[in-house]
């Protein structure tokens, strides 16, 4: 009976009787076939984009080889068929061809290792439904290293896509576990070449000591509430050195400290109790304007008219004297009214309106008869009768006009002095 094959690696079986003085030849070369089934490395060179791995029986051939080195040049990924289809094989493979490799046997499953990458195979050898299965595929999946500490004897780096830790993560005294990160000693430095983004879709953001929550940040329709939220305590702001320039207190007051309060740069150096005289005066924003650039206390100004023996002059203008002493009595001067000639008017007139200031008017009627005058002030107009009885003598009349006021009748001269003041 002729030789037969092994299914798998090809060894020549001898048939009894056979080969007479050539066992040895064909021994020892089911060695050489054996030692590269076992142990062999063969480098392969590929090219276009197909290649065939075949088992000969009795012959050494590159499908023999226990580990397959790729290389060459593909111009594309490359298919590998393993042959023949029902030989069960088992290859290590290091894949550095430069493209994508393929490894099939029959219709079923196909393997393909990328360019870079090796992987421990094997087919089934099924025949024409024969399937290749990537066994390290399954060892990432697997309960392979349940268990295992790696690098815990000597450190090691890992490159990963997902990390599922369930029970926490510890990166040197740094502990990570649910939605909590854990510091057990020391500060934390988030150091970032960019921004740091703190987006809570809550809306808040709570500053705490030891659990308890001190300081609360919140989204209020896009208004922001900063609050503190232990009962009693206040927000405090200080200067570096740690003096502190104001507070926002329990009760709500906003307290500045005395001398840290400015408008525009401009130091605000009045006190609690000057600003409170304000409080209650009814004053319009254009009466308030009226202090608008003095330049010092109203009362050092008011002071400096007045002195123990009285009022000082200021180009002869004052409208007021003092009596002298520590406590002088205040009068109006002699000259309170301006001598001056444009104080003074007179004429003849139906109508007279005192414009300006005040007017003392004094006047007759042109002609004799009965007359009757109007006086009228802020609209309202009002009878001066001033008739004698004697329809055959002049009417006369005096009067003071506010400003603004007329008096008008039957023609009349008259003389008008204004009321300026001195």
């Not at 909590?180 to 150091?191: P, R």
């Not at 009045?270 to 304007?289: F, K, Q, R």
């Not at 002298?324 to 104080?343: C, E, R, V, W």
């Given at each position: 009976m002729g030789s037969t094959y092994t299914d798998n690696?090809?060894?020549?079986?001898?048939?009894?009787?056979?080969?007479?003085?050539?066992?040895?030849?064909?021994?020892?070369?089911n060695f050489d076939i054996i030692d590269r089934l076992i142990n062999g490395v063969g480098s392969i060179s590929l090219s276009g984009t197909t290649h065939t791995l075949t088992t000969s029986d009795g012959s050494l051939s590159n499908g023999m080889f226990k580990v397959l080195v790729l290389g060459g040049s593909p111009s594309g990924t490359n298919t590998i068929t393993i042959e023949p289809n029902n030989a069960d094989k088992l290859y290590f493979v290091k894949n550095a061809s430069g493209q994508s490799v393929t490894f099939t046997q029959g219709s079923g499953a196909n393997v393909t290792i990328a360019n870079g990458f090796g992987a421990i195979i094997f087919a089934d050898g099924a025949g024409s439904g024969a399937a290749v299965t990537d066994l390290t595929a399954l060892f990432t999946t697997s309960q392979a290293i349940d268990g295992v500490v790696i690098g815990g004897t000597t450190p090691a780096a890992g490159s990963f896509t997902t990390v599922t830790a369930n029970g926490g993560v510890t990166v040197d005294n740094i502990n990570i576990d649910g939605t909590?990160?854990?510091?057990?000693?020391?500060?934390?430095?988030?150091?970032?070449?960019?921004?740091?983004?703190?987006?809570a879709d809550g809306g808040t953001i709570k500053v705490s000591d030891g659990g308890t929550e001190l300081l609360n940040i919140t989204n209020s329709s896009s208004d922001v509430v900063i609050k503190p939220v232990v009962d009693g305590k206040d927000i405090i702001f200080q200067q570096r050195d740690g003096t502190e320039v104001a507070r926002v207190e329990d009760n709500g007051t906003f307290n500045v400290v005395t001398d840290k309060l400015a408008i525009n740069g401009t130091a605000v150096?009045?006190?609690?109790?000057?600003?409170?005289?304000?409080?209650?005066?009814?004053?319009?924003?254009?009466?308030?304007?009226h202090t608008d650039g003095v330049t010092s206390n109203i009362q050092t100004q008011l002071d400096t008219k007045v002195t123990s023996s009285g009022v000082t002059s200021v180009s002869g203008t004052?409208?007021?004297?003092?009596?002298?002493?520590?406590?002088?009595?205040?009068?109006?001067?002699?000259?309170?009214?301006?001598?001056?000639?444009?104080?003074?008017?007179?004429?003849?007139?139906?109508?007279?309106?005192?414009?300006t200031y005040p007017t003392f008017i004094s006047g007759c009627s042109v002609s004799a008869g009965s007359f009757t005058f109007t006086v009228t002030v802020g609209g309202s107009g009002h009878t001066l009768n001033m008739t004698d009885g004697d329809s055959g003598t002049r009417d006369t009349f005096a009067t003071l006009l506010p400003a603004g006021a007329t008096i008008s009748g039957s023609s009349f001269n008259f003389v008008a002095v204004q009321l300026r003041p001195g």
């Open positions: 690696g090809g060894i020549e079986k001898i048939g009894l009787g056979e080969q007479a003085g050539a066992w040895g030849t064909t021994t020892n070369n909590e990160i854990d510091l057990s000693s020391g500060d934390l430095t988030v150091d970032v070449a960019g921004n740091i983004d703190l987006d150096t009045s006190t609690a109790t000057e600003l409170n005289l304000l409080d209650g005066v009814t004053a319009t924003t254009a009466e308030l304007n004052d409208p007021i004297e003092s009596s002298g002493g520590a406590t002088p009595a205040i009068s109006i001067k002699n000259d309170f009214l301006q001598n001056t000639s444009g104080a003074i008017s007179s004429g003849t007139t139906t109508s007279f309106t005192a414009s």
